[in-house]
C-alpha cells in the first residue's frame, strides 16, 4: 500500500487535494465515521436541525457550480473543440489549453468533496432511510476515484467526458433538492422526480459505451485501458444499483398500508 502513495504524481503542478493522499483519506474516513456511526450517536437525543435555509443556500450554490462548470467544458470541449472527442487525452504540459485544462479538474475534484455534505445533512436532519448503500458508494466511489485518476493519469483526459455528463445531471439534482427544501408540499407532486433517476442511468450508460467506443474502435488512443475497463465496470454497476433503486420505488406496486 505505502509502495503505492510513493508512486510520484502524474502532474508535476499537483491541484488542490492531489499533492497528498492523506487530505482525501482523512476526509473520507471522518465522512463514513460521522455518517456511520458518531453521526447518529451525537444525534441520538436531539431533534431534527431545521436546515432550510441551509438547504437553499447549497442546493443553489450547488445548481450555479454544475451549471457553470457544464456550460465551460462544453464550450471547450465543442465550441472551440480543443481536444479530440474520439481520444480526449490529458494535454502535456506546455499546451495552451493545460491551464485551463487544470482549472476544470480542480473545481470538478473539489466538488466530488463537497458533495459529501449531501449525507451529513441526512444524518443532522434524521433522513437515516436516505443513507442508502448506494448513496454512500456512489458519493465515495466519486470523490476517492476523481483523486486516484489525477493523482496516477494527471488532470483532464477522458475524465473530461465523465464531468461534462455528471456536472449537467448534478444541476438538474440540484435544481429539484431545491424545489423539495423550499416548498416541502410539493414534494411528492413534482412529476419529473422519477426521471431523475433515469437521467442518471442514462449518464452512467453513456459514459459506459463512450468508454467502450474509446477502448475498442479507437486503437490509437493513448488513453490507459485500465480507465476505460474501469469506466465500463463501473457504469455497469451503477446501471444495475440505480436501475434496482428506480425499479423498487418507481415501478413495484406499492404496499398495502394497514387500515
Known sequence: MLRYLRIPQADPNPIPL??????????????????????????RNRKPYDLRTVLRVYNIFQVLYNGVYFGMVFYYVFLKAVCNIHCIESFPQDHEYKQPERLLHTAYLLNKVLDLMDTVFF???????QITFLHIYHHVFMSLGSYLLTRYYGTGGHFIAVGLLN????????????ISAEYPQLRHNIWWKKYLTLTQISQFFVLM?????VRFLSPNCGVPHG??????????????MFGKFYVRNYLSPAKAKPS
Open 18 to 43: 492531489a499533492g497528498s493522499p492523506w487530505p482525501i483519506i482523512l476526509i473520507l474516513m471522518a465522512y463514513l465515521l460521522f455518517v456511520l456511526k458518531l453521526g447518529k450517536v451525537f444525534m
Open 123 to 129: 444524518v443532522l436532519r434524521k433522513s437515516y432511510k
Open 167 to 178: 456536472s449537467l445531471v448534478h444541476t438538474i439534482m440540484y435544481f429539484y433538492y431545491f
Open 209 to 213: 459505451s463512450y468508454a467502450f467506443y
Open 227 to 240: 480507465i476505460l475497463h474501469l469506466n465500463m465496470l463501473q457504469g455497469a454497476g451503477f446501471i444495475y
